[in-house]
DNA sequence: TAACACTATGTAATAATATAACATTTACAA
DNA sequence: TTGTAAATGTTATATTATTACATAGTGTTA
């Protein structure tokens, strides 16, 4: 079962925000889209955007500084986040690939580390920017 | 054979810097560090980081907005890049792993896009930091 | 040599991203 | 109702990165 969230007020209107978009949005675009609801400084965006990052609703697109909604109902794998991004119209999209998230949830190497998270993010051109 | 880059001044001295470095090193503290050596402003910094990414000799740390020297031997693979990161003392190492980069430059999906390029980040505690 | 293209440098200003510090309020359980 | 954790509001500031413009070096070729 998953936990429920119920999500505050500000988290609320920023998720719903980024939800809604086509596209990774950044913080400070956020903020200006956001001022109409009464949120006015960058802090209480980034508040909204860490917790909304910690309980998986959303992820950080960490090459672009930007934010999309989790495609994968509400991230049990927040944990084991992989994206492709288009380096040409920066198109990103969550990649769920059980092969995938196998493989890596499972790697060890020598080193000795315990890995717990990963991020992983693929570049390159989409169906659309190939055929260009 | 792999490609010479002859680096320029600016460039050697900042590689230099990051290649000395057992953490990776960030931009305004790379900054800091040179400016005996006549290098000023930010934007000096950032182009030489931007060439030395360019060509292999560092790699970004997307997750800590800082630069490691890549340990690859000027990596054939900076296209193709994985690192370990201790979330207790923020131990950086590049991962360098047959199969695992075997596996990620053939991954390929449903989304018809061609993939040129990824950047894995591995999160955990070192061995040091587990036995803690 | 001269003309050209290309890369690198120097400098100032500014943009974009993110956090610190502090005061107050809300949610909710013991 | 008292305690506590989470969330909010606000101001200021820190950190990361780029724009714009001028100049200088490097190598190639006419
Ligand atoms: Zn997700
Ligand atoms: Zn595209
Ligand atoms: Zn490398
Ligand atoms: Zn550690």
């Known amino acids: 079962m998953e936990k429920q969230h119920n999500l505050s007020k500000n988290q609320k209107i920023i998720f719903d925000l980024i939800d809604k978009s086509p596209e990774p949005l950044k ?3 956020i903020l200006f889209n956001v001022q109409k609801k009464g949120i006015n400084a960058p802090l209480q965006v980034y508040r909204a955007l860490d917790k909304l990052v910690e309980i998986g609703k959303i ?3 960490e ?3 930007a934010f999309i909604a989790c ?3 509400s991230c049990q794998i927040s944990k084991a ?3 492709s991004i288009c380096e040409s119209c920066e198109k990103v999209s969550e990649i769920s690939n059980t092969k995938l ?10 080193s000795g580390m315990k890995y717990s998270k990963y991020n992983l993010e693929f570049f390159g051109l989409c169906k659309k920017c190939k055929s260009k």
């Open 27 to 29: 913080a400070y675009s």
């Open 81 to 83: 986040t992989a994206f």
């Open 71 to 73: 495609q994968n109902s």
């Open 63 to 65: 090459s672009r500084n």
């Open 101 to 110: 998230s196998k493989y890596l949830s499972n790697f060890a190497d020598e």
């Open 59 to 61: 992820h950080k697109i």
